[in-house]
Every structure is written in structure tokens, then in C-alpha cells.
């Protein structure tokens, strides 16, 4: 094996055992469990944003094990870290997802889906049954977008315009 692929295969290996203390930054990780790095992790993965907030990660966790669906967490993790074990040089998160839909685990893929919407969109719905709004002004989305959009959070007329008949 030649240095070069020694030190590619070794940092990797390293990477997977150390990544959620080093993509936590500062926030201090020694409180949380297993569960939570490595959702922490893989969210950190997916979204690629450094500035994901520990409250949003632990509300998405419990809507997570609310709807029972810790075990397909645990198994996403594995197969993530089978996934950066690879070979291949282009690790990104889109081609996580094309990795879970090459493998045919579709259940899955969908619990990325799920939780790329939860820290996008704010809306957690891990259970068919409803939906829980997580965040609304810090939701990815408006993060991203805020030198250029603002969520709404203002009336669009004085109290009660809605009840009067338009003008004709």
C-alpha cells in the first residue's frame, strides 16, 4: 500500500470516529448521547451548515424516537459510515443519497428526506399521522436566504381587514 493511500484510508477512518466533537465547533457535545452525534453528524453531513443549533437537533431526535424510528437512524448512521469508508473521492451528501438509492434502502432514503426538511423547511414529520412545526425564523431556509429574504411575520392590513367586503 503506498503512503499516500495509507494516510487517504487512515484520515478517513479517523474522520468517522471524531467527526461530531469536530462539527460541533464550540458547542460542547460531552452531555449529549450516541443518538444525538450521530444525528448531529449526519445533519452536519446533509446540510452542510456549520451553524446547526443543538435545541433544533434534540427536538428532531424526539420526533424521531417519538415515531419510532431510532432503529432506521441507527442504520442510516452505519450506512453513512460504510459510505465514507469508500473509496471514491466525491463524498457529498448528494451522492449519500444516490449510495442509499443504488443499495435499494428506500426507507432510508426517505429518513433523509424527512430530516433535511425538518432543518430546512422547520416541519418535522416523521409520523404520517402529523406534522410539528420545530422552528420558523431560524429554519435553514431562511438562514440561507436572509440577506435577500425574510419569513413573513407581519399582518397584511389593519385588525380584521379580512372581514370586509372588497371594494367594487
Same mark, same amino acid.
Given at each position: 500500500?503506498?503512503?499516500?493511500?495509507?494516510?487517504?484510508?487512515?484520515?478517513?477512518?479517523?474522520? %468517522?470516529?471524531?467527526?461530531?466533537?469536530? %462539527?460541533?465547533?464550540?458547542?460542547?457535545?460531552?452531555?449529549?448521547?450516541?443518538?444525538?452525534?450521530?444525528?448531529?453528524?449526519?445533519?452536519?453531513?446533509?446540510?452542510?451548515? +456549520?451553524?446547526?443549533?443543538?435545541?433544533?437537533?434534540?427536538?428532531?431526535?424526539?420526533?424521531?424516537?417519538?415515531?419510532?424510528?431510532?432503529?432506521?437512524?441507527?442504520?442510516?448512521?452505519?450506512?453513512?459510515?460504510?459510505?465514507?469508508?469508500?473509496?471514491?473521492?466525491?463524498? $457529498?451528501?448528494?451522492?449519500? *443519497?444516490?449510495?442509499?438509492?443504488?443499495?435499494?434502502?428506500?426507507?432510508?432514503?426517505?429518513?433523509? +428526506?424527512?430530516?433535511?426538511?425538518?432543518?430546512?423547511?422547520?416541519?418535522?414529520? @416523521?409520523?404520517?399521522?402529523?406534522?410539528?412545526?420545530?422552528?420558523?425564523?431560524?429554519?435553514?431556509?431562511? %438562514?440561507?436566504?436572509?440577506?435577500?429574504?425574510?419569513?413573513?411575520?407581519?399582518?397584511?392590513?389593519? @385588525?380584521?381587514?379580512?372581514? *370586509? $367586503?372588497?371594494?367594487?
Amino acid at each position: 500500500m503506498e503512503r499516500r493511500s495509507f494516510l487517504k484510508y487512515a484520515t478517513v477512518g479517523n474522520a %468517522v470516529v471524531f467527526f461530531p466533537a469536530v %462539527v460541533a465547533g464550540s458547542e460542547n457535545t460531552e452531555g449529549w448521547d450516541n443518538k444525538s452525534n450521530q444525528l448531529f453528524t449526519l445533519s452536519f453531513y446533509l446540510t452542510d451548515r +456549520k451553524n446547526l443549533q443543538k435545541l433544533v437537533c434534540n427536538q428532531i431526535l424526539t420526533k424521531i424516537e417519538e415515531a419510532g424510528q431510532i432503529s432506521s437512524l441507527d442504520r442510516l448512521y452505519q450506512q453513512w459510515v460504510i459510505f465514507m469508508q469508500r473509496r471514491e473521492e466525491n463524498k $457529498s451528501a448528494t451522492q449519500f *443519497l444516490q449510495f442509499l438509492q443504488e443499495t435499494n434502502q428506500q426507507s432510508l432514503l426517505l429518513l433523509c +428526506k424527512k430530516i433535511l426538511s425538518a432543518w430546512y423547511i422547520g416541519i418535522a414529520k @416523521f409520523n404520517a399521522e402529523q406534522a410539528e412545526r420545530l422552528v420558523y425564523q431560524n429554519a435553514l431556509i431562511y %438562514v440561507i436566504n436572509q440577506d435577500i429574504h425574510s419569513p413573513s411575520s407581519f399582518c397584511g392590513g389593519a @385588525f380584521g381587514f379580512w372581514q *370586509l $367586503s372588497p371594494n367594487r
